[in-house]
């Protein structure tokens, strides 16, 4: 299972078929198809769950893009991936669709081991499906053309809570 913390102040969710979307202002960013969605809400904070049919996280398989991590770890649609891991993350395409997205959260203190922290940046990233590959590299996605360059934004809430990547990093990384 794959987690997502999002405010429900500030974005909105909505489930429309098997795809579940994240609104920000006037555009709409689909997440990766998905088989079950929960979402559950306290008086300040939502937490949406879901599992991905599509996505392979090692990046070993499947039609799609994958991300490269640069250094340090992210945290890709509340996957955490470190630039130690092996392969890259690799975000599906969805046959019709002629952009693929991703949510990325970065900038994490790679002291704090926390199991849920407060990201300091936040990429609503979306790009043409038929790219191959992207690198993240110091907050930002950008492809090896020079071409698409998208930064993330800094965050400024408190109450947005994420898994971290750097979560029992010492242990998974030896």
Same mark, same amino acid.
């Given at each position: 299972?794959?987690?997502?913390? @999002?405010? $429900?102040?500030? /974005?909105? =969710? ?7 979307? =994240? ?8 997440? +990766?198809? $998905?088989?079950? *969605? ?5 008086? +300040? ?21 994958? =991300?490269? $991590?640069?250094? #340090?770890? *992210?945290? =890709? ?8 891991? &092996? #392969?890259?993350?690799? *975000?599906?395409? $969805? &046959?019709? /669709? ?21 990201? +300091?940046? *936040? ?17 930002? @996605? ?7 360059? /998208?930064?993330?934004?800094?965050? &400024? ?18």
């Amino acid at each position: 299972m794959r987690f997502l913390a @999002l405010s $429900v102040l500030a /974005q909105a =969710i909505s489930v429309s078929g098997a795809v579940a979307s =994240i609104n920000k202002g006037s555009v709409s960013y689909p997440v +990766t198809p $998905v088989n079950t *969605i929960t979402v559950t809400a306290t008086a +300040t904070t939502t937490s949406l769950s879901y599992s991905t049919t599509s996505a392979s996280p090692t990046g070993d398989a499947g039609d799609g893009t994958k =991300i490269h $991590v640069s250094s #340090g770890c *992210i945290s =890709i649609n509340g996957v955490g991936r470190c630039k130690s891991d &092996e #392969g890259a993350y690799n *975000i599906a395409r $969805v &046959e019709g /669709q002629k952009y693929s997205t991703a949510v990325i959260y970065s900038a994490f203190d790679s002291k704090n081991n926390a199991e849920w922290v407060v990201p +300091t940046c *936040i990429l609503y990233a979306r790009w043409p499906s038929s790219y191959g590959d992207l690198d993240f590299v110091r907050n930002r @996605l950008m492809n090896r053309h020079n071409n698409y360059d /998208q930064p993330c934004e800094m965050n &400024e809430r408190t109450d947005l809570l994420v898994p971290n990547p750097y979560y029992d990093y010492d242990n998974k990384h030896q």
